[in-house]
């Protein structure tokens, strides 16, 4: 299998500035899909007008954010700065969703600091209009942490919804097949048990997830360099139950653009965005591969081969598949 791995963007700087020449966005712009379906923006989530540039008058059934985390990944703020910048994107959210939307957040909370920010977000998004829904736990494979701690395996999407959405329960059910019987009930004076009432062989996802696989350097989707990267198997979920065919779906923190592939192959419209011109292009060269090739990511190659064939030069260059302490595709 090929190994040609691009190295974490996040913390090399001679490495994005060998790849920032061959990003087309520079901060403020958008691209423009050539068949009209999605846009990409190298854009601000906080920004207002980079908001309303990017979404236009049309208006989203659905928002998928995925905010760097205030964690270790990312540049620490204070608690209450990184919240003020939250209510800041919730409320550019809220002017480009419908009036019967659903907003899904993805956001982790730091054990080793009080949680945070993931129960101050919560309390912020109470003055928010939305209505809580659900707080879904994805189980992470790869855990991380010490042998004095339990390790740490889970990542938290929180569900909200303004007015009346749709919810497609069909897209709730797993691949897990219905095991236990036994759980018996009175149906119309019949006593029932668990299998013949349900209506899937397969057991419903409920709001902890422990049948997606966490993206990893041999899986087709994976975006080498993207340290955050999503399964779209969670993001297709998320989709299907919360949106129809031809809805459009936000999400203001694009990264490797999973939401935006998740979007392409379920037939909806994404209007996503990035502040990095550098995940801002891979967002663009993941579409464009896909629509060429079928191919959901790189797997270990990477999408900038063509002009960059190696990084083996640079001295900071890592594989993704070494064991690490920490998790490379969800920081924390
Ligand atoms: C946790 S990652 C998102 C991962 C994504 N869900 C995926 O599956 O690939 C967060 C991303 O937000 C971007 N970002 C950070 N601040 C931003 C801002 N103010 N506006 C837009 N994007 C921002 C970062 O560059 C990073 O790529």
């Not at 003020?84 to 956001?107: F, G, K, M, P």
């Not at 999973?258 to 419209?269: D, P, Q, S, V, Y």
């Amino acid at each position: 299998m090929k190994n040609n791995p691009l190295p974490r963007l996040d913390n090399d700087p001679a490495i994005r500035d060998r790849l920032l020449p061959f990003c087309r966005l520079k901060h403020g712009e958008i691209w423009n899909d050539p068949e009209d379906r999605h846009r990409i923006g190298c854009k601000d989530a906080a920004n207002s007008n980079d908001i309303i540039e990017l979404v236009g008058d049309n208006s989203a059934t659905l928002a998928i954010h995925d905010p760097p985390y205030n964690l270790v990944a990312f540049d620490l703020r204070s608690i209450e700065e990184f919240v003020e910048w939250c209510r800041q994107w919730i409320r550019n959210t809220t002017t480009a969703l419908a009036e019967d939307s659903s907003l899904y957040v993805w956001l982790g909370a730091d054990q080793n600091d009080g949680f945070q920010p993931l129960p101050d977000f919560m309390v912020m998004m109470r003055e928010e209009p939305y209505k809580s829904r659900s707080f879904i736990t994805m189980r992470n494979q790869r855990g991380y942490g010490t042998q004095k701690n339990w390790m740490a395996v889970r990542q938290e999407v929180l569900y909200y919804t303004k007015g009346s959405p749709v919810f497609n329960v069909d897209a709730e059910y797993t691949d897990i097949p219905k095991l236990l019987r036994g759980y018996y009930k009175e149906v119309n004076g019949k006593k029932t048990e668990n299998l013949e009432r349900g209506k899937s062989e397969n057991i419903r996802a409920g709001n902890v997830w422990v049948d997606i696989q966490q993206v990893f350097y041999r899986m087709d989707e994976n975006v080498s360099g993207c340290y955050a990267q999503k399964p779209l198997k969670c993001i297709e979920r998320i989709i299907e139950a919360s949106s129809n065919s031809g809805d459009a779906v936000l999400d203001f923190f694009a990264h490797s653009g999973a939401t935006l592939i998740a979007a392409e192959k379920l037939g909806r419209r994404c209007f996503t965005m990035d502040n990095d011109p550098i995940y801002a292009e891979i967002c663009i060269r993941r579409l464009e591969r896909y629509r060429q090739t079928g191919r959901e990511g790189w797997q270990n190659g990477h999408p900038f081969e063509l002009e960059v064939p190696t990084f083996a030069d640079d001295s900071e260059c890592s594989t993704q598949h070494e064991e690490s302490t920490v998790p490379q595709k969800n920081p924390s």
